[in-house]
């Protein structure tokens, strides 16, 4: 038996990456341990999109360095994005790293750990960039990696991420993920109804489809072209799913067929996550993000208009460059009337490598940043708190994921306990249960909330005649 760590930052996409990872040591003799030191091989899974992302990762391996000296057989891999990205740059920086793998090549890591073993140094494995050769040549330099489906690296048995797209075209200026993730490219629909149909006899019953800009899936074969709303019609048929997201969804693909498809079948969970970015036409132009504030807000009421009761949640960079205090106002303004369920706020990180560094100054101070990200933030918290505020009173469905946060830290073997689970369109419910619910889908009468989360309490329907006929008998 030889053991193996894994630590994993970034999107959904890096958790499948690692979860397949996984899966295919497994095959080769390895188990996880939850230490670093405790293991044979250890693999950083990372994510370039912000600086701070990548820090983290080169800190850990400093934080390493002494270990490896003292274990010179151990095994340490850098994998994902910052891999890609950097490649050659993560050896001069940490000299002890012993593989560089790209995202392209997860499928060679078992390989490529076997090779170390036996003493090779310094493999790099990545795939083609974006000029260094033919448009085919680099699509095919990037491989998915998809097959391989391991139930315990999941978020919980019941959920699980369905790749249906790599890569992204967009190019918008500030992002690394056309450069380390490489060209678009859908899977085939045949795989990827394939792959439902294994995670759902696994008892799997909701998948979240995943791609960079997910609903500008298409796939073309024999003349004939698939696109998401096809996609979800066909896997709407499977037996056992309950419910199917997809994130992350580009504006401008955001299809009335799409919208349809989601009212009309209904697993589809009435949930859009369409990051808008920023609520300023000039800082848009910049970002390169192909739309205006005009066209986002004819996609928000052609959303209403389809899907009245969706939640939707944005994305929102501040302080990208030359961004005005009028246009983070702007921002401001667009927050305040798409009252999204919740928006993941960043604050603008310069990426070598992409359009933005090259032609715009980085020229917003990081104390203006700061107090941007906190103001647009606390307009959305409030924002969320109301909309969650509607729904006390209510009856909601929750498929119950586990024992929540508090519950786990207190890690006690009660069956009574506190649960977290999730409703139709993505709000948290936490509530007390018992054990024997976790994957269940339940109704739960809500009854306070914050804004990140609502509480209640499961609703129980054994409130019989004998109990009425107890009432009036007193
Ligand atoms: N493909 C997804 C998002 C990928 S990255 C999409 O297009 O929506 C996730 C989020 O990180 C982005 O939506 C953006 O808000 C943020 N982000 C990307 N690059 C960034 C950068 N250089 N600095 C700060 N935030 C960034
Ligand atoms: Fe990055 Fe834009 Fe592609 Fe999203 S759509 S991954 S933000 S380039
Ligand atoms: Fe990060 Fe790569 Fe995802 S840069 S956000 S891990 S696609």
Same mark, same amino acid.
């Given at each position: 038996?030889?053991?193996?760590?894994?630590?994993?930052?970034?999107?959904?996409?890096?958790?499948?990456?690692?979860?397949?990872?996984?899966?295919?040591?497994?095959?080769?003799?390895?188990?996880?341990?939850?230490?670093?030191?405790?293991?044979?091989?250890? *693999?950083?899974?990372?994510?370039?999109?912000?600086?701070?992302?990548?820090?983290?990762?080169?800190?850990?391996?400093?934080?390493?360095?002494?270990?490896?000296?003292?274990?010179?057989?151990?095994?340490?891999?850098?994998?994902?994005?910052?891999?890609?990205?950097?490649?050659?740059?993560?050896?001069?920086?940490?000299?002890?790293?012993?593989?560089?793998?790209?995202?392209?090549?997860?499928?060679?890591?078992?390989?490529?750990?076997?090779?170390?073993?036996?003493?090779?140094?310094?493999?790099?494995?990545?795939?083609?960039?974006?000029?260094?050769?033919?448009?085919?040549?680099?699509?095919?330099?990037?491989?998915?990696?998809?097959?391989?489906?391991?139930?315990?690296?999941?978020?919980?048995?019941?959920?699980?991420? *369905?790749?249906?797209?790599?890569?992204?075209?967009?190019?918008?200026?500030?992002?690394?993920?056309?450069?380390?993730?490489?060209?678009?490219?859908?899977?085939?629909?045949?795989?990827?109804?394939?792959?439902?149909?294994?995670?759902?006899?696994?008892?799997?019953?909701?998948?979240?489809?995943?791609?960079?800009?997910?609903?500008?899936?298409?796939?073309?074969?024999?003349?004939?072209?698939?696109?998401?709303?096809?996609?979800?019609?066909?896997?709407?048929?499977?037996?056992?799913?309950?419910?199917?997201?997809?994130?992350?969804?580009?504006?401008?693909?955001?299809?009335?067929?799409?919208?349809?498809?989601?009212?009309?079948?209904?697993?589809?969970?009435?949930?859009?996550?369409?990051?808008?970015?920023?609520?300023?036409?000039?800082?848009?132009?910049?970002?390169?993000?192909?739309?205006?504030?005009?066209?986002?807000?004819?996609?928000?009421?052609?959303?209403?208009?389809?899907?009245?009761?969706?939640?939707?949640?944005?994305?929102?960079?501040?302080?990208?460059?030359?961004?005005?205090?009028?246009?983070?106002?702007?921002?401001?303004?667009?927050?305040?009337?798409?009252?999204?369920?919740?928006?993941?706020?960043?604050?603008?990180?310069?990426?070598?490598?992409?359009?933005?560094?090259?032609?715009?100054?980085?020229?917003?101070?990081?104390?203006?940043?700061?107090?941007?990200?906190?103001?647009?933030?606390?307009?959305?918290?409030?924002?969320?708190?109301?909309?969650?505020?509607?729904?006390?009173?209510?009856?909601?469905?929750?498929?119950?994921?586990?024992?929540?946060?508090?519950?786990?830290?207190?890690?006690?073997?009660?069956?009574? *306990?506190?649960?977290?689970?999730?409703?139709?369109?993505?709000?948290?419910?936490?509530?007390?249960?018992?054990?024997?619910?976790?994957?269940?889908? *339940?109704?739960?009468?809500?009854?306070?909330?914050?804004?990140?989360?609502?509480?209640?309490?499961?609703?129980?329907?054994?409130?019989?005649?004998?109990?009425?006929?107890?009432?009036?008998?007193?």
């Amino acid at each position: 038996m030889k053991y193996l760590y894994i630590e994993t930052v970034g999107c959904q996409m890096n958790l499948l990456d690692s979860e397949m990872v996984v899966a295919s040591l497994r095959k080769h003799g390895y188990e996880l341990v939850p230490e670093p030191t405790a293991a044979d091989t250890i *693999l950083f899974n990372t994510c370039s999109v912000r600086q701070h992302a990548e820090d983290k990762v080169y800190s850990a391996l400093g934080r390493l360095r002494r270990h490896k000296e003292k274990f010179p057989q151990k095994i340490i891999g850098v994998m994902g994005c910052m891999a890609q990205k950097d490649q050659r740059l993560i050896f001069e920086r940490a000299p002890y790293v012993d593989i560089v793998v790209g995202p392209g090549q997860l499928a060679q890591i078992p390989e490529l750990v076997a090779k170390a073993e036996q003493g090779q140094r310094e493999q790099l494995v990545v795939s083609l960039g974006r000029r260094d050769g033919s448009a085919a040549e680099i699509r095919r330099s990037h491989e998915t990696f998809d097959p391989l489906r391991d139930p315990s690296m999941r978020p919980t048995p019941f959920q699980a991420y *369905l790749r249906i797209q790599i890569g992204c075209d967009k190019f918008c200026t500030y992002c690394i993920v056309p450069m380390t993730r490489g060209p678009e490219q859908g899977r085939p629909p045949e795989q990827i109804i394939a792959e439902a149909r294994v995670l759902a006899d696994q008892g799997c019953k909701e998948i979240t489809l995943l791609g960079q800009t997910v609903n500008s899936y298409r796939y073309t074969a024999g003349g004939q072209t698939t696109r998401l709303a096809d996609l979800l019609g066909a896997l709407h048929d499977i037996d056992g799913l309950e419910r199917l997201k997809f994130v992350t969804n580009y504006p401008k693909d955001m299809t009335t067929e799409l919208l349809t498809a989601v009212r009309d079948l209904p697993k589809c969970s009435p949930y859009l996550h369409v990051p808008a970015q920023s609520g300023s036409n000039a800082v848009l132009e910049r970002m390169k993000r192909g739309y205006t504030v005009e066209d986002y807000r004819d996609m928000m009421s052609r959303i209403h208009e389809t899907l009245p009761h969706a939640a939707i949640s944005s994305d929102f960079i501040v302080g990208f460059c030359g961004e005005t205090e009028e246009d983070f106002e702007a921002t401001v303004a667009l927050v305040r009337e798409c009252r999204f369920k919740n928006s993941f706020i960043f604050k603008y990180s310069v990426r070598p490598g992409t359009r933005g560094a090259e032609l715009f100054r980085d020229d917003v101070p990081e104390e203006v940043k700061k107090r941007r990200n906190n103001e647009l933030l606390a307009v959305q918290n409030q924002i969320s708190l109301e909309e969650n505020e509607r729904f006390l009173g209510q009856t909601v469905d929750v498929l119950i994921e586990g024992p929540s946060k508090t519950a786990e830290k207190e890690a006690g073997e009660s069956e009574v *306990l506190q649960l977290i689970g999730r409703t139709h369109d993505d709000r948290i419910v936490v509530f007390d249960g018992n054990r024997r619910q976790i994957g269940q889908t *339940l109704p739960i009468a809500l009854y306070d909330c914050n804004s990140h989360t609502l509480f209640g309490a499961v609703v129980t329907d054994h409130v019989g005649p004998e109990l009425h006929g107890l009432s009036l008998g007193v």
